[in-house]
């Protein structure tokens, strides 16, 4: 391949501007480079992506881009939405619900755009972890990599944990052998060639999409009196027991609180939607189709929780006892109650299964999420070299035997407290997604402020939108604040709890940990806007996009597009 000046092509003039690089320097993190600092950019492969030599030797492109815009739904839609959603109603009542989980989806929103644009430029594996040493500072993507490897060692068993819980309602079996079942087939999917990963949640994420429009459909069915010998129910539980519920507090106080307490549920339920691109250097036409995916997986997903609150909120009450059920099966899924309800029996063992498939999707999308940026560290010198083994078919196995022990971490369901260690669980994993998301939001606002300081107009990007600047700043407020605040209630009279209080803030000293660690060790710096290699960084994405097929065009072919991709 050619090695033309470094530089950006401006779309207004629709000329490129060279930048000579005549100076070359020596750097304790990046070696020898031209320029400034030149990072891992030195090694280009032979699709034109940013990626190292050894990621394009090892590793094989088996993802496209239908099934990178599954990928996120696959793992965003779960346990979160088919179970979780009676518990958001009771704690906070059907508004207070549906504006908790649409304020985390705005801040989704803003996540996704910034993944999108910044992968565009940037598509290598580890995502966002390899754009924050890139973007910020090498401690950072140290600090981040290492935390969602953390997190994913903790979500995998949180998954393999309520499919255990989930078969209890079928039958009284030893959750043991399901721990060992779905350990084995978590394994053999993590192993297998990328492209069966990912035809696997493309079908998974089908199955589930189909059961959200059936639940809905139905759900609206129920509301209206359409089964026979059942009343309509309308929107009475809007008014008796009421939009919100008293949380802690009493007035309009308690009502916030409420609402906020949705929070870090919802982060949960929306977990996974940022993991779509941490397999870039293994997708065909990453810069493509990973801002296409981005975009398409925020929309249907949103569309999907908005609709699938707003039934919940009108099938049952806030104060239903059935909410409290602590099975943690397809019995405390709110629409499962209204089936029931309405005297249709099967409907509790179809959601029941799919809810089944749905948590190991998710355990699937965890070990694909963490062994890549495990390998994405171990390239940085930031992991043993030992992880950047990988089979004849191009997948890092030394990474997913790394995350095998984890996984028996369900185990500790065997015990009667099963609902409590899933939920323990889900608050560690809840805050680490916190700390993903900022990194997510910041590489990008790193990325624009660098774009300006170097004289870079914003349409250069591969994928751009004007307001995403706006948009990161206050997604990265939200994050942090939700991050300070999601256990709040441990602060509250009467409700310090040890366990509560570790799980929701166990991980920012983690993180801080880390980042000093690596900090004062390795000597790192913050890395200034002024050098921020991007002129190479864009005259590697003009060649590649040069080289991709076009995009169908049409109203017709754009429609099948956006269902199918």
């Not at 035997?401 to 939920?423: E, H, K, R």
Request: aromatic share 12%; proline share 5%.
């Amino acid at each position: 391949m050619s090695h033309s000046p470094p530089g950006f092509h401006d779309p207004k003039s629709g000329t490129f501007h060279n930048v000579a690089t005549s100076t070359s320097t020596e750097s304790p993190e990046y070696g020898t480079f031209n320029t400034s600092r030149r990072g891992d950019l030195d090694n280009f492969d032979s699709n034109n992506d940013l990626v190292t030599v050894v990621e394009d030797r090892d590793l094989r492109r088996g993802l496209a881009q239908r099934h990178l815009s599954m990928l996120g739904i696959a793992g965003a839609i779960g346990t979160g939405l088919f179970l979780g959603l009676g518990s958001a109603v009771q704690t906070a009542g059907p508004l207070g619900a549906l504006l908790g989980y649409f304020t985390v989806g705005l801040v989704v929103c803003a996540v996704q755009f910034a993944l999108g644009e910044v992968s565009a430029l940037l598509p290598v594996t580890g995502s966002f972890v390899r754009h924050s040493e890139f973007l910020v500072d090498p401690a950072l993507g140290f600090a981040v990599g290492w935390n969602l490897v953390y997190g994913n060692v903790l979500s995998i068993p949180s998954e393999i944990t309520a499919i255990c819980v989930l078969f209890q309602f079928w039958t009284d079996i030893n959750p043991a052998v399901f721990i060992i079942i779905f350990v084995v087939l978590t394994v053999v999917v993590g192993i297998a060639f990328i492209r069966v990963y990912g035809e696997i949640e493309f079908i998974f994420a089908i199955l589930k999409i189909l059961l959200v429009v059936f639940l809905i459909i139905l759900g609206l069915v129920i509301d209206l009196g359409g089964i026979p010998g059942t009343p309509a129910i309308g929107g009475k539980f809007w008014r008796d027991p009421g939009p919100f519920v008293e949380h802690i507090a009493s007035g309009n106080w308690g009502k916030f609180l409420g609402y906020w307490s949705v929070m870090s549920g919802a982060v949960f339920s929306f977990a996974g939607v940022e993991s779509l691109a941490m397999a870039a250097a293994e997708t065909k036409n990453p810069r493509r189709a990973i801002p296409a995916a981005c975009k398409r997986v925020f929309f249907r997903i949103i569309i999907f929780y908005v609709l699938a609150i707003v039934i919940v909120g009108l099938l049952v009450a806030s104060n239903d006892e059935r909410l409290n059920d602590s099975s943690a099966t397809a019995a405390q899924s709110p629409f499962v109650i209204a089936a029931s309800a309405a005297g249709i029996p099967a409907i509790p063992s179809v959601v029941n299964a799919i809810v089944i498939t749905s948590a190991w999707s998710s355990s699937n999308q965890g070990l694909l999420a963490g062994t890549r940026v495990l390998y994405g560290l171990a390239l940085k010198k930031q992991a043993p070299e030992v992880f950047l083994r990988t089979t004849s078919w191009g997948v890092p196995y030394v990474c997913v035997l790394f995350f095998v022990p984890f996984m028996f971490l369900s185990f500790l369901t065997l015990s009667n407290a099963a609902l409590t260690v899933f939920w323990w669980l889900v608050s560690l994993t809840a805050a680490g997604v916190l700390v993903s998301w900022s990194a997510i939001l910041l590489n990008h606002i790193r990325l624009k402020l660098a774009m300006k300081r170097q004289g870079i107009p914003t349409e250069s990007l591969p994928w751009h939108n004007s307001w995403t600047l706006y948009s990161s700043y206050a997604g990265l407020f939200m994050c942090l604040f939700i991050l300070l605040t999601g256990g709040y209630e441990v602060f509250t009279a009467g409700n310090w709890d040890p366990q509560s209080f570790v799980s929701s803030y166990l991980d920012i000293p983690l993180v801080l940990s880390a980042y000093l660690i690596w900090k004062l060790w390795k000597k790192t710096k913050i890395v200034s806007l002024s050098d921020i290699p991007l002129q190479e960084a864009f005259r590697q994405a003009e060649q590649a996009l040069d080289d991709e097929p076009p995009v169908k065009k049409g109203s017709r072919a754009h429609l099948i597009t956006w269902i199918w991709d």
